[in-house]
């Protein structure tokens, strides 16, 4: 069974620009979650998807969004890029229901110059 | 607001010797309790799981304990093995919803 799957591994982008970011969850999980991970502030919540709705939203400032598709694949944009951006996003998916585990996908390492 | 912690943030121990990684936190109204592995550079490794109603969760060499009222869950790791090199984070999980509040996690070497 295939793990989540998060495109791309790497990314190089300057302040100002946005960028996108996806994750394939693992079949039959309906629920996607994105977090940010920097090293001093460590792992924080983005945003929750639940049938294409978002569910939870954290403290981020409105530039960070998302979506869902129908097959449950998420997307996450993050507009006018700033250098504190620079982090390893994320995603991770779960079977419907709060009992069931969270399994992380290897990230996407974003750096803004 | 949940706060949770890890202390030590980083801990070498001699290869074979048990690994003790202790996470506490403040809200004692969770849903459950997982702990992850995270190495360099990659993703976060599902080890275990604990509901609220749970006292311990076993896989293999690990064990993990949940004492809910006082805040606190302890992962064991019998026998360690150069292999369990890596970073362990611990998340808690309110009700109704997967936003998982993380420690800063335990940054473990194991010598040979």
């Known amino acids: 069974k295939a793990g989540v799957t998060q495109t791309p591994r790497y990314l190089i982008k300057t302040r100002g620009q946005q960028v996108t970011l996806s994750c394939s969850p693992i079949?039959?999980?309906?629920?996607v979650s994105w977090y940010q991970q920097t090293p001093g502030q460590g792992l924080q919540f983005l945003f929750e998807?639940?049938?294409?709705?978002?569910?939870n939203k954290g403290n981020f400032p409105g530039r960070f969004s998302g979506r869902q598709f129908s097959n449950s694949r998420s997307e996450m944009n993050v507009s006018t890029l700033e250098l504190g951006d620079s982090a390893l996003y994320l995603c991770?998916?779960?079977?419907?229901?709060?009992?069931?585990?969270?399994?992380f996908g290897n990230g996407t390492r974003l750096t803004v110059t | 607001k949940q706060e949770v912690t890890q202390i030590p943030a980083a801990l070498s121990v001699p290869e074979g010797e048990n690994l003790v990684l202790n996470c506490s936190f403040t809200d004692s109204a969770i849903y459950n309790l997982q702990w992850f592995r995270q190495d360099p550079g990659k993703g976060l490794t599902s080890l275990l799981l604990?509901?609220?109603?749970?006292r311990e969760q076993t896989s293999g060499r690990l064990n993990a304990s949940l004492d809910k009222s006082s805040g606190r869950s302890t992962l064991y790791i019998a026998a360690s093995q150069p292999g369990d090199s890596a970073t362990y984070l611990c998340?808690?999980?309110?009700?109704?919803?997967?936003?998982?509040?993380f420690g800063k996690g335990n940054q473990v070497v194991v010598i040979p």
């Open positions: 998340a808690v999980r309110p009700r109704g919803n997967n936003r998982l509040a």
């Open positions: 991770a998916s779960s079977r419907a229901g709060g009992s069931s585990p969270l399994h």
């Open positions: 604990i509901q609220s109603s749970q």
């Open positions: 998807y639940f049938s294409e709705t978002q569910r």
């Open positions: 079949s039959g999980h309906r629920s």
